[in-house]
């Protein structure tokens, strides 16, 4: 793929991040036609937070995905897609949020809610450090930052850990999957540790 001229070709590069914006709205989609169709079961409110917590983290793990990606295939259009796919984590965990606030909390007790909860207390960091991740990632904001912008985005390795914590945290079966995404996010920081050492892996750490 490195060497094949249409991979390099603008048209194909523009296709594939069409493709790729396609693959991330899906679940925006499917949440809009259920919505619409009100099939979204006996408990709407949990079913949509849900599955926007879910579509959070699957892109949070697919945004890892690239870097890796890149470095096996060699071909340079996984890294021009990861910004998006970032970004369209932190679309669905900000409206997975809403949601809980909105269906589930009532917007009432929170500070009960956001304390006595673990799980709650787990998502609610993870969420937090995504949100410096999404605000500095323009080209203006890594130009302004140099090298801290790096050191920075490494707040994306706690912040999916966490994640993951909190999905374990509140589930009640289907542990094979939790386990799933474990092992897959294991490997992703493995292959990090491996490229850039543990330095390259500890926020505001320079690696
Ligand atoms: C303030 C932040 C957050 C709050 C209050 C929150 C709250 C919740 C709640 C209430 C549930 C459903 C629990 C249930 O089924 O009873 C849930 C599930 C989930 N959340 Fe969060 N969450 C937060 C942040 C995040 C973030 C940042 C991510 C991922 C990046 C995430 C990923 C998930 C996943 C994967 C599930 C499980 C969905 C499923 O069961 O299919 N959450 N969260």
């Known amino acids: 793929m490195p060497g094949s001229r249409w991979s390099g070709h603008p ?4 296709a594939f991040r069409l493709l790729a ?3 991330a709205s899906m679940p925006f989609l499917f949440l809009v036609s259920n919505i619409a169709a009100q099939s979204l079961g006996p408990d709407p409110g949990q079913e949509v937070t849900e599955l926007l917590g879910l579509a959070a983290f699957q892109l949070l793990i697919a945004t890892l995905c690239m870097t890796p990606l890149k470095r096996w295939t060699g071909w340079s259009g996984w890294i021009r897609i990861r910004r998006m796919l970032g970004l369209f984590a ?8 809403l949601a809980f606030l909105q269906f589930i909390l009532g917007w009432t007790d929170l500070w009960v809610t956001f304390t006595k909860r ?3 207390v787990a998502g609610a960091l993870s969420f937090l450090m995504l949100i410096p991740l999404a ?3 323009t080209q203006g904001m890594m130009k302004r930052l140099g090298r801290s912008w790096k050191q920075l985005h ?5 912040s999916i850990v966490v994640a993951w914590v909190h999905f374990i945290w509140q589930a009640r079966s289907d542990v094979g999957e939790m386990v799933f995404y ?3 996010i294991l490997v992703l920081l493995a292959v990090r540790w491996k490229w850039a050492g543990s330095r390259g892996m500890i926020p505001f750490v320079r690696g």
């Open 118 to 120: 673990p799980y709650i």
């Open 182 to 184: 474990g092992l897959a």
């Open 135 to 137: 605000l500095t990632s």
């Open 90 to 97: 932190f679309f669905y965990a900000t409206l997975h949020v």
């Open 154 to 158: 490494k707040l994306v390795y706690p």
């Open 21 to 23: 914006a396609l693959l």
């Open 11 to 14: 048209r194909f590069l523009l």
